[in-house]
Antibody, heavy 116, light 111 residues
């Protein structure tokens, strides 16, 4: 059974940083691109970024709204993807999902609240 | 960046009746391999999204055949042949042709 479990969410002050983790199991993690998507309360889905597999040199891509502030990375030895978030603002408050989009696998999401 | 525009944003439906959602992309979603990378997702309250349709018209495993997708280039449609109570949710189109990927605003089906 495929499982994606996000962790690391919580309350952070504006201007602060947070690193989310996505622990994967049930599939060949090293052979899969991993994506991050977020959803503010009552709002739509927003694609944030993705990291490809080793065969594609771990290429990354980002949405304009987070480029330069957020970094997607992975550790294939730990079957884990990460989202490093810096310079957070209240606009970044949302539930953050990791996903293996190509296969429609999603985590349950982790809530990030940016507030003073 | 590619902008995905859905309409309507809210769709009153009647159980047992058909319904359609439109999605338009600001650029063609056709890739050099000949495939068109347009997906449809369903999200019920409190749940993670679930993909219904990939590459315009291919239904994911377990998706009822009352869901169908069609379109080409920049114009796409998700059709429900007859709405059932379990279909009340928000539906999103998403393009996977150009990075950054992007979702439409979402269409809320309401009774």
């Amino acid at each position: 059974e495929v499982q994606l479990v996000e962790s690391g969410g919580g309350l952070v002050q504006p201007g602060g940083s947070l690193k989310l983790s996505c622990a994967a199991s049930g599939f060949t993690f090293s052979g899969s691109a991993m994506h991050w998507v977020r959803q503010a309360s009552g709002k739509g889905l927003e694609w944030l970024g993705r990291i490809r597999e080793r065969g594609y040199n771990y290429a990354t891509a980002y949405a304009a709204s987070v480029k330069g502030r957020f970094t997607v990375s992975r550790d294939d030895s730990r079957n884990t993807a990460y989202l490093q978030m810096n310079s957070l603002t209240t606009e970044d408050t949302a539930v953050y999902f990791c996903s293996r989009l190509d296969y429609d696998d999603w985590g349950q999401g982790t809530l990030v609240t940016v507030s003073s | 960046d590619v902008v995905m525009t859905q309409s309507p944003l809210s769709l009153p439906v009647t159980l047992g009746q058909p319904a359609s959602i439109s999605c338009r992309s600001s650029q063609s979603l056709v890739y050099s391999d000949g495939n068109t990378y347009l997906n449809w997702f369903q999200q019920r309250p409190g749940q993670s999204p679930r993909r219904l349709i990939y590459m315009v018209s291919y239904r994911d495993s377990g998706v009822p055949d009352r869901f169908s997708g069609y379109g080409s280039g920049t114009d796409f449609t998700l059709r429900l042949s007859r709405v059932e109570a379990e279909d009340i949710a928000v539906y999103y189109c998403m393009q996977g042709r150009h990075v950054p990927y992007s979702f439409g605003q979402g269409t809320k089906l309401e009774i």
